[in-house]
């Protein structure tokens, strides 16, 4: 069936550091691919998406590329900000299926002014 | 102003009592679901219906029930049969349906302690 796996946390960065949030699947057709952030005490927003391989998801200074080669999405953010402390899911949905989303465990991250 | 409203945000229960979570939607979405969140476990999907008097099981429906019968609503029961109730819940809803409507809109959540 389809997984997503995520890095372990929790990670702690300083403010204006270099942000990189590993994630890889597993999944059996074409599916699209999501980073949501939740935070604390709140509902999830996405925050990207990409559809197709080699798309490029962008939103609030955080990327991520579809990689189907080496079936990967990693999060990226040039210079992170305290308000980006928050919970990171990677999570995918299948081409064609019903919208489910299958969800990575989630990653915690702290940012230190 | 369109999106997911959860209630209650705070919800106790003594052991043996069934209680019900509220989920609404606005959004004209076909599809909605419910979660479960646990420290360390991610969200887990606990029962899905892609349209109005349909639903289907998720990974762990077991001790949970739910009902579809308008499209705005989406109530989840958590039973006394459901061993381990105190979590997170959340309730999502996508357009449903194709490639393209896979984004699913979330709400706030509502946090289920059993005393």
């Known amino acids: 069936g389809d997984s997503v796996t995520q890095m372990e946390g929790p990670v702690t960065l300083s403010e204006e550091a270099f942000l990189t949030i590993n994630c890889t699947y597993t999944a059996t057709g074409y599916p699209s691919l999501f980073w949501y952030v939740q935070y604390p005490g709140e509902g999830l927003q996405l925050l990207l998406k990409a559809t197709k391989a080699d798309d490029k998801g962008s939103n609030k200074g955080f990327e991520a590329t579809y990689r189907k080669e080496t079936t990967s999405f990693h999060l990226e953010k040039g210079s992170v900000q305290v308000s980006d402390s928050a919970v990171y899911f990677c999570a995918l949905s299948e081409s064609g299926a019903n919208s489910k989303l299958t969800f990575g465990k989630g990653i915690t991250l702290s940012v230190r002014p | 102003d369109g999106g997911i409203t959860q209630s209650p945000k705070y919800l106790f229960r003594k052991e043996g009592q069934n209680v019900t979570l509220s989920c609404e939607q606005n959004?004209?979405?076909?599809?909605m679901y419910w979660y479960r969140q646990d420290p360390g476990q991610g969200l887990r999907l606990i029962y899905y219906s892609q349209i109005v008097n349909d639903f289907q099981k998720g990974d762990i429906a077991e001790g949970y029930s739910v009902s579809r019968e308008k499209k705005e609503s989406f109530p989840l029961t958590v039973t006394s049969a459901q061993k381990n109730p105190t979590a997170f819940y959340l309730c999502?809803?996508?357009?449903?349906?194709?490639?393209?409507?896979?984004?699913?809109?979330f709400g706030p959540g509502t946090r289920l302690t059993v005393l």
């Open positions: 999502a809803s996508s357009i449903g349906g194709g490639r393209d409507n896979n984004e699913q809109f």
């Open positions: 959004l004209n979405h076909d599809a």
